[in-house]
């Protein structure tokens, strides 16, 4: 917010400068393709309600797109509506409608090309294939959207919010359902993403690669194709967001890929296949996160080393954490385990037995995966306890030291 | 075959153990309710128990009391009656009662608990029907080991076997070979194996109908089919019922040869 201050402060300033140019079906503009060409630079266009069957309108010099009780603007399915070439354009309040599909180009309903400065604000879009496409942009804002897809397959479909090469964006309080991919983040740096809703996406609630430095706080990514994706990316910063019912025979809550340097805290995750699947993430630190009802809290895929896990809860998952090596480089500390049967003597709330997250039957479901057949079954809980009090197949140095007693 | 049914059905309602079994469930569900507060988390813990307990006591029971009832079978054998039907009513009996305690014992704390007004209802009804099933099939199961084997101790010994055997070894032995063959497809192996368990096959079906079976679905696509849709639980449904009428219909056979 205070990085984008400014520069809204010098927008409202150059504004007094601009005039008011208002758009209707009865003024003397009555398109925004003829507003756009009469505006001089820093005008405002005012929309007025009504239906504009426009597509591929250019915005190609400072303006303020306003709508006034979302005017409609219609696409008709025939390609791109709004492109935004030029710096310092603020589009608001308007409701864009029916965006052409196409298997060779992406066409989005608000496009920006190379510009900065931009706000894109309280806009709504339904019938779409991409939403709102940054394109080498920067110093941006997309805030309070709301963004309704119909997507149905991968293959056909957009996604809703989408960074490509971008540096500095905030994208806040948007709420997304029903497209491809939520929120797309490819080549993408010091991108805030914060409080933004993403539900029934076909594919991801959030989808990362090659982005680094970004942070990511308080979103609510539920029921999702797949969860949420972060890959082959540094300095990630993820808090105090919930990852919720991706509950499907090949989904999980979030998948680390190439991970490197993260914070991942305060989160919770609720009833997901697999809570975390990690796979080559190096040095990332998880603290008070809550596992909630997870098939499998954490999975650990591979070639993951110096990672920490802190004052979790961990709490009635079907396997706390699953392991295919008997390696194990990564610490467990101080979590709270909802499995956990052991005594605290001195009462010092730290349980007096070390923990064993990794159940013996996790490793041979691992190894063989229909195994799985025989979930709770009484044989397996017997050979889980034997493998309990002597270990031989699990990494035996997999444990936490001080499991607390009371959930934290 | 009724009037056979209707003695040995009240004989047991008189005697201690059924009132036991009863009481034990009673305070089970009362226990469970109380310490969870939750009617679906009661449901899973009861699915461990009763797939558990269920068929050792109706397997024990099931021998007992056919030696027990021994010298008045013999009794009755002398008098007009057909065979098929004394058996079967002594057999229809026990189980009948052993369900009705089962059923009953866990009813009333789960109704009382408010189980109508909660959505476990099909989850916990599915685990009384199941229960049911796995009296039938021990209880059928001991009166074919008790049929065969006039020796007291050796029919407690191969009841108490069998039960180890199908709770225990069973998944022991189906876990080896999984491990052993990993290299193949086992898709289909392990489905096919887990029906030819009745205890197997009744924790598979509990599970089909809790939120845990996308767990299953996991592994593989044969898997997803049939844990994912109602293939699966119409599938172990039917087989399950083979398994009752199989060691029933055994049952009548050897007793229509056997030789007093």
């Known amino acids: ?408 | 075959m009724l009037k056979i049914l209707k003695y040995s059905f009240y004989d047991l309602m008189r005697s201690r153990w059924s009132y036991v079994y009863f009481v034990f469930y009673l305070l089970l569900g009362f226990v469970l309710l109380f310490l969870n507060n939750d009617v679906s988390k009661a449901v899973i813990t009861l699915m461990n128990l009763i797939i558990v307990l269920v068929p050792l006591i109706a397997t024990i029971f099931g021998v007992m009391y056919y030696y027990n009832s021994k010298e008045f079978t013999e009794l009755l054998l002398a008098q007009p009656i057909k065979r098929t039907s004394i058996f079967l009513g002594q057999y229809l009996g026990v189980a009948g009662s052993l369900s009705l305690s089962l059923i009953l014992g866990l009813g009333i704390p789960f109704f009382l608990y408010g189980l109508l007004r909660s959505n476990a209802i099909w989850d916990f009804s599915l685990l009384l029907v199941t229960g049911t099933f796995l009296t039938l099939i021990f209880a059928a199961l001991a009166f074919n080991i008790a049929l065969s084997n006039d020796n007291k101790i050796k029919g407690f010994g191969y009841a108490v076997l069998l039960w180890l055997f199908l709770a225990v070894i069973y998944d022991g032995l189906f876990l080896m070979s999984l491990i052993v063959f990993e290299e193949y497809p086992l898709d289909n192996f392990s489905l096919v194996a887990t029906m030819l368990n009745p205890v197997d096959l009744s924790r598979t079906l509990i599970l089909l109908k809790l939120d845990i079976s996308a767990l299953l679905g996991y592994t593989g696509a044969v898997f997803k089919k049939f844990f994912g849709t109602n293939f699966g639980f119409i599938l172990s449904v039917f087989v399950l019922i083979l398994w009752t009428i199989i060691p029933i219909w055994r049952l009548l056979l050897k007793s229509r040869r056997k030789d007093f």
């Open chain 1, 1 to 408: 917010m205070t990085k984008i201050l400014p520069f809204l402060l010098v927008l409202i300033g150059l504004h007094a400068h601009g005039k008011t140019i208002e758009v209707c079906k009865s003024c003397p503009v009555n398109s925004l393709k003829e507003g756009v060409a009469t505006a001089m630079d820093y005008d405002t266009l005012l929309i007025q309600k009504g239906t504009y069957k426009e597509y591929n309108i250019v915005v190609d010099k400072p303006l303020t797109l306003l709508g006034k009780n979302y005017p409609i603007i219609d696409g008709e399915d025939q390609g791109e509506i709004i492109t935004i070439t030029s710096d310092d354009v603020t589009v608001d309040g308007l409701f864009i409608i029916n965006v052409g599909t196409s298997y060779t180009s992406d066409y989005a309903a608000i496009r920006v090309v190379k510009s900065a400065n931009f706000l894109i604000q309280n806009v709504v879009l339904e019938k779409l294939f991409f939403g709102i496409y940054l394109e080498k942009a920067k110093d941006g804002k997309v805030y309070h959207n709301k963004i309704i897809g119909d997507a149905v397959e991968e293959f056909n479909s957009g996604n809703g919010i989408q960074l490509w090469y971008c540096n500095n964006i905030e994208v806040s309080r948007n709420i997304v359902q029903h497209v491809r991919d939520g929120i797309y983040l490819e080549f993408s740096d010091n991108v805030l993403i914060e409080n933004n809703i993403s539900t029934n996406n076909v594919r991801y609630g959030l989808h990362f690669m090659f982005s680094n430095n970004d942070i990511y706080q308080g979103n609510t990514f539920e029921n999702n194709g797949a969860g949420v994706a972060v890959m082959f990316s540094k300095q990630i910063k993820m808090y105090h967001n919930t990852f919720k019912k991706n509950w499907g025979t090949a989904s999980f809550g979030m998948l680390l890929k190439e991970i490197n340097d993260a914070e991942i805290a305060n989160n919770i995750f609720e009833e997901n296949t697999v809570g975390i699947s990690i796979e080559g993430s190096n040095r990332i630190e998880y603290r008070q996160n809550d596992f909630v009802s997870n098939g499998w809290a954490i999975k650990v895929r591979g070639a993951c080393y110096g990672n920490s896990f802190s004052e979790n809860n961990f709490l009635y998952n079907s396997f706390d954490v699953s392991y295919n090596s008997k390696l194990n480089d990564n610490t467990f500390d101080g979590n709270f385990w909802s499995d956990y049967t052991g005594y605290d003597l001195d009462k010092n709330g730290i349980g007096d037995v070390p923990y064993r997250p990794v159940k013996l039957f996790s490793y041979i479901v691992n190894r063989t995966p229909e195994t799985i057949v025989l979930l709770r079954s009484l044989f397996m809980d017997i050979i889980d306890f034997s493998e309990k009090v002597s270990p031989v197949f699990t990494p035996d140095n997999l444990m936490d030291n001080a499991p607390k007693m009371k959930k934290i």
